[in-house]
């Protein structure tokens, strides 16, 4: 399983500190190729051919002002943005995108949640997945806590989402914290093998506390049971989703679990 770090768009500073770390790869804003100016996409692309490692991922996928459930879906600024996106991502290395997006996959109050749910595998199956197979592009429907979103918080609803979206770039994420708040285990992952074809993983902290870190070796979460299990189901990428002030020391710390974890 190859190992990655998520940056923004513009901290194209970290990008040559990652590959120096040993990451395998980085994980961008999905906002930030379908947004950014000609300038600050060309000086980001220019920095990931310098650096030796590639954006293979990019997450938050759908900004709130473009919602994709609801009583007005703009499907051609929908289809606009997405275009963009996977278009600029394919020139540096995008394999994944991953669709979290709480804001605007969230069913609004008063909306038939029967009607969001087919809205979202029209969305997935209709929309996204032909112009992500024109570029190679896995598109991973990440399950998010309810504080979050109210629909899709646990691996297995991400799963029947990908199903009832009926299209094979159309899969799910695993994301240890994420998971926590669930009440999802290792063992969750295992019953979907096949199914599971990108993690996050970060320190998730004691559930009920909103909070995410870079992992230390002296961190007691039991990283191994969760990579073994994303191992067995065959997913082939992890990034480290995470806060940090301090990224080339937060990365550093981070690696060393890497490191131990590959073993």
Same mark, same amino acid.
């Given at each position: 399983m190859r190992y990655g770090t998520c940056l923004g768009g513009k901290e194209i500073n970290f990008i040559p500190v990652a590959a120096k770390l040993g990451y395998d790869y980085f994980e961008t804003n999905f906002g930030f190729l379908a947004r950014g100016t000609d300038e600050e996409f060309e000086e980001f692309k220019k920095t990931v051919f310098e650096s030796g490692i590639k954006c293979e991922a990019a997450n938050c996928f759908m900004p709130n002002d473009l919602p994709v459930t609801g009583p007005s879906v703009d499907y051609d600024g929908i289809k606009a943005y997405v275009e963009k996106g996977m278009s600029r991502g394919s020139e540096t290395g995008l394999q994944t995108v991953v669709f979290g997006s709480g804001g605007a996959r969230r069913i609004p109050d008063g909306f038939s949640y029967a009607e969001g749910i087919r #809205?979202?595998?029209?969305f997935l199956g209709e929309i996204v997945s032909p112009i992500a197979a024109k570029y190679g592009i896995t598109v991973v429907i990440e399950p998010l806590r309810a504080q979050e979103c109210n629909m899709i918080n646990t691996v297995n609803e991400g799963?029947?989402?990908?199903?009832?979206?009926?299209k094979n770039n159309i #899969?799910?994420?695993?994301d240890i914290y994420h998971m926590k708040f669930a009440g999802d285990t290792p063992d969750n992952i295992r019953m979907l093998k096949g199914s599971i074809k990108h993690a996050h993983i970060s320190n998730p902290m004691p559930a009920g506390i909103a909070k995410r870190f870079y992992m230390k070796p002296s961190d007691e979460c039991d990283y191994k049971a969760f990579v073994d299990a994303l191992e067995y189901a065959g997913c082939p990428r992890c990034s480290i989703e995470a806060g940090t002030s301090d990224f080339a020391s937060d990365a550093e710390e981070a690696a060393k679990v890497i490191k131990a974890l590959r073993i």
């Amino acid at each position: 399983m190859r190992y990655g770090t998520c940056l923004g768009g513009k901290e194209i500073n970290f990008i040559p500190v990652a590959a120096k770390l040993g990451y395998d790869y980085f994980e961008t804003n999905f906002g930030f190729l379908a947004r950014g100016t000609d300038e600050e996409f060309e000086e980001f692309k220019k920095t990931v051919f310098e650096s030796g490692i590639k954006c293979e991922a990019a997450n938050c996928f759908m900004p709130n002002d473009l919602p994709v459930t609801g009583p007005s879906v703009d499907y051609d600024g929908i289809k606009a943005y997405v275009e963009k996106g996977m278009s600029r991502g394919s020139e540096t290395g995008l394999q994944t995108v991953v669709f979290g997006s709480g804001g605007a996959r969230r069913i609004p109050d008063g909306f038939s949640y029967a009607e969001g749910i087919r #809205q979202l595998g029209y969305f997935l199956g209709e929309i996204v997945s032909p112009i992500a197979a024109k570029y190679g592009i896995t598109v991973v429907i990440e399950p998010l806590r309810a504080q979050e979103c109210n629909m899709i918080n646990t691996v297995n609803e991400g799963v029947i989402l990908s199903v009832l979206a009926g299209k094979n770039n159309i #899969q799910t994420l695993a994301d240890i914290y994420h998971m926590k708040f669930a009440g999802d285990t290792p063992d969750n992952i295992r019953m979907l093998k096949g199914s599971i074809k990108h993690a996050h993983i970060s320190n998730p902290m004691p559930a009920g506390i909103a909070k995410r870190f870079y992992m230390k070796p002296s961190d007691e979460c039991d990283y191994k049971a969760f990579v073994d299990a994303l191992e067995y189901a065959g997913c082939p990428r992890c990034s480290i989703e995470a806060g940090t002030s301090d990224f080339a020391s937060d990365a550093e710390e981070a690696a060393k679990v890497i490191k131990a974890l590959r073993i």
